[in-house]
Structures are given as structure tokens and as C-alpha cells.
């Protein structure tokens, strides 16, 4: 199975701050990577697929990026609603693996 | 737009059968190349992948469920089904369907709204 290494578990951060989440994988899966956020209560919510494809109706903060083994999710100008947590996944093989997911939260 | 509806039980004893029923609306599961996949959420383990299925009934299984758990898809009913088996504490979790772009990419989007099953 492809492992995916999720860092950092939490991170705090204040409103309108640029903030990075990363994931590593345990081999090469060139672009194969999509993020998720989730709040408490929730269902996932696809933002990113193919490693940097903004999915319809997300806001044009979220940006993500690599390929290989690294990967980046980037939100810039924190707004109060992305306070989440994110979860990468890899789809370049089954079984599909999720990152442990990054709590965001306020500062 | 399309909704996934989901349904189950709640509460399985173990040892027993899980089956949980996704229902899509505004939109049929026999449109387009996608594939239809279940995934579940626990405190312990987050997020795992159970598996997917295509319209035609071609399925993909985690291994580590590969035993126990079988996709169903009916076209007439336009509903998705899960069943799985010979349940434990283990398998307590939020179970959710989601529609998955197919092979190329499998990102899943939009999700069922998630249903809570408790073994015990």
C-alpha cells in the first residue's frame, strides 16, 4: 500500500494568514493527489484534485501543488470558515490511503 | 445537482451483517465513466477506503476488508449498496458513499451526508 505522511497534525493560525500543509508519500505517485477538508459534522469536501485542479466553487485561496513524493495544500488570507481539518489522498493505486488530516485552528 | 441520501441501521450486533444503502439523487449511477465508492471514518484509524464499484458491477475491494465486504449496484433502483460482515467493535465508524471520477484520478466528490454505525 502507498502510505501517505501528513504534516503537521495541528497547526494554529490567525485570520488572513497564508498557512502550508504537506504530504509525503511513500513512493512516486506522480500528480495522483487530491485534498479534502472537513469540519466537524460534516462529510469530506473535495478542494483539490490531481495535486493543483481547484475543484468547481472552491475559493481561489486554496492552492495546492507537487508531484512524486511532495505535495503542498496552501491557503492564503485565512478566512473564518477554513478553519477544517484537511486530508490528502492518494489515488494513483488502490487501495486509495488518506493522510491523517491536519487540524486547523484559530489562533 | 447531485445529493448522495444515505441509510442504515445505526446499531449491528458483532458477529452480525452490515448494510448500509446510498442513494443518489438528480443524477443516475449508470451516467458517465464514475465509479461509486464507500469510505469510512473512525477516531482510531481516520479515513480508510473500503472500495469502489462502476455501474457495470466491476468492483475494486481494500484488502484489508476484501473478506468481509461486498459493493452492490442497482441500476433499476438507481442505489448503491454495502454489506458487510461477521461485524466487531472494529468496524464502529461513520461509513460514507461518494462518487468517484473513475479510474485516472479517483477523487471523490460530492459525499453522502455519512452514517453512523455502532457495533455492540
Known amino acids: 500500500d502507498i502510505q501517505m505522511t501528513q504534516s503537521p497534525p495541528s497547526l494554529s493560525a490567525s485570520l488572513g494568514d497564508r498557512v502550508t500543509v504537506t504530504c509525503r508519500a511513500s513512493q512516486s505517485i506522480d500528480t495522483f493527489v487530491n485534498w479534502y477538508q472537513q469540519r466537524p459534522g460534516e462529510a469530506p469536501k473535495l478542494l483539490i484534485y490531481l495535486s493543483s485542479r481547484l475543484q468547481s466553487g472552491v475559493p481561489s485561496r486554496f492552492s495546492g501543488g507537487g508531484s512524486g513524493t511532495d505535495f503542498t495544500l496552501t491557503i492564503t488570507n485565512l478566512q473564518p470558515e477554513d478553519f477544517a481539518t484537511y486530508y490528502c489522498q492518494q489515488s494513483y493505486m488502490t487501495p486509495y490511503m488518506f493522510g491523517r488530516g491536519t487540524n486547523l485552528e484559530i489562533k | 445537482q447531485l445529493q448522495l441520501r444515505q441509510s442504515g441501521p445505526g446499531r449491528v450486533r458483532p458477529s452480525e451483517t452490515l448494510s448500509l444503502t446510498c442513494s443518489p439523487s438528480?443524477?443516475?449511477?449508470?451516467?458517465?465513466?464514475?465509479?461509486w465508492t464507500w469510505v469510512r471514518q473512525s477516531p482510531g484509524k481516520g479515513l480508510e477506503w473500503i472500495g469502489h464499484?462502476?455501474?457495470?458491477?466491476?468492483?475494486n475491494y481494500n484488502p484489508s476488508l476484501k473478506s468481509r465486504v461486498s459493493l452492490f449496484v442497482d441500476t433499476s433502483k438507481n442505489q448503491l449498496s454495502l454489506r458487510l460482515t461477521s461485524v466487531t467493535a472494529a468496524d464502529t465508524a461513520i461509513y460514507y458513499c461518494?462518487?468517484?471520477?473513475?479510474?485516472?484520478?479517483?477523487?471523490?466528490?460530492?459525499w453522502g451526508q455519512g452514517a453512523l454505525v455502532t457495533v455492540s
Open positions: 464499484i462502476s455501474h457495470t458491477g466491476s468492483t
Open positions: 461518494a462518487r468517484d471520477s473513475g479510474l485516472g484520478g479517483a477523487w471523490f466528490d460530492p
Open positions: 438528480g443524477f443516475s449511477v449508470t451516467t458517465g465513466n464514475y465509479y
